[in-house]
C-alpha cells in the first residue's frame, strides 16, 4: 500500500496563477482533509470531506475549493494564488466514524506540496 | 488567543535525557488527545492517542492528560537521537470531529 500520496512535491507559481493539487489515498477510507501548515501556526485546516461527492470548510477555506468524484481522490485548488497562500500542504485521510466511544479516528498523513507563490 | 498552545522550542536534550512536552488547551469540550511525531520534510504520523483523561505508556513513550488543568503531557524516556523530530499535539470533540493542533515542539536529542 502506497498509503496517501500527494502531487506535485514541490511547485512555485506567480501570483494570479492557478493550480491543482492532487491527493490519493489507497486505503479505502471514507474521510479526506487538506491542510496548510506554516511556522507560528502549526496545522490548519482547510477543507474535508466526510465521502465521495462531499466538502466541507475548515478553518481556512478562503482561496482554495475542493472535490471529492471519486473516493481515492481529493483536489484542492487554486484559483489566483497569493504570496499569503505560500506553505506547505498536507493532504490526510482516516477510515471515518466506526466503533463506539473511544474509538479513534486516525488521520494518515501524506508527505507534503510545498508551495511558493511569487 | 489560540485554542492550543505550545512551546515551539526548540529543545535540545542529551542521549538517554527524559524529555517531557506540553500542550494546553482552552476548549473543555476536548475528549480526544494526540501526540503526532513529523520528522522533517515530512508529513506527521500519530505516536500516541488517549482518550478522555489519565495516562497511556507505549515503550519509552507516555502520555498524560489532565482534564480539570487542560493540560496533556508527552515524557521520552531514554530519548534517542532518532527521536529527534518536531513533536504536535493534537486534540478534538469526537472520534470524528476535526483536528485542532498545537504549533508543534522541536525536538533534537544530540548523541
Known amino acids: 500500500n502506497a498509503g496517501v500520496t500527494q502531487t506535485p512535491k514541490f511547485r512555485v507559481l506567480k501570483t494570479g496563477q492557478s493550480m491543482t493539487l492532487l491527493c490519493a489515498q489507497d486505503m479505502n477510507h471514507e474521510y479526506m482533509y487538506w491542510y496548510r501548515q506554516d511556522p507560528g501556526m502549526g496545522l490548519r485546516l482547510i477543507h474535508y470531506?466526510?465521502?465521495?461527492?462531499?466538502?466541507a470548510k475548515g478553518e481556512v477555506p478562503d482561496g482554495y475549493n475542493v472535490s471529492r468524484l471519486k473516493k481515492q481522490n481529493f483536489l484542492l485548488g487554486l484559483e489566483s494564488a497569493a504570496p499569503s497562500q505560500t506553505s506547505v500542504y498536507f493532504c490526510?485521510?482516516?477510515?471515518?466514524?466506526?466503533?463506539?466511544?473511544?474509538?479513534?479516528?486516525?488521520?494518515?498523513f501524506g508527505p507534503g506540496t510545498r508551495l511558493t507563490v511569487l | 488567543q489560540k485554542e492550543v498552545e505550545q512551546d515551539p522550542g526548540p529543545l535540545s536534550v542529551p542521549e538517554g535525557a527524559i524529555v517531557s512536552l506540553n500542550c494546553t488547551y482552552s476548549?473543555?469540550?476536548?475528549?480526544?488527545f494526540m501526540w503526532y511525531r513529523q520528522y522533517s520534510r515530512k508529513g506527521p504520523e500519530l505516536l500516541m492517542y488517549?482518550?478522555?483523561?489519565g495516562n497511556k505508556e507505549d515503550g519509552r513513550f507516555t502520555a498524560q492528560v489532565d482534564k480539570s488543568s487542560k493540560y496533556i503531557s508527552l515524557f521520552i524516556r531514554d530519548s534517542q537521537p532518532s527521536d529527534s523530530a518536531t513533536y504536535l499535539c493534537a486534540m478534538s470533540r469526537t472520534s470524528g470531529s476535526r483536528l485542532t493542533f498545537g504549533e508543534g515542539t522541536q525536538l533534537t536529542v544530540n548523541p
Open positions: 488517549t482518550y478522555s483523561s
Open positions: 490526510a485521510s482516516s477510515p471515518g466514524l466506526a466503533g463506539g466511544q473511544g474509538h479513534y479516528n486516525e488521520q494518515f
Open positions: 476548549n473543555s469540550a476536548f475528549q480526544y
Open positions: 470531506s466526510v465521502g465521495e461527492g462531499t466538502t
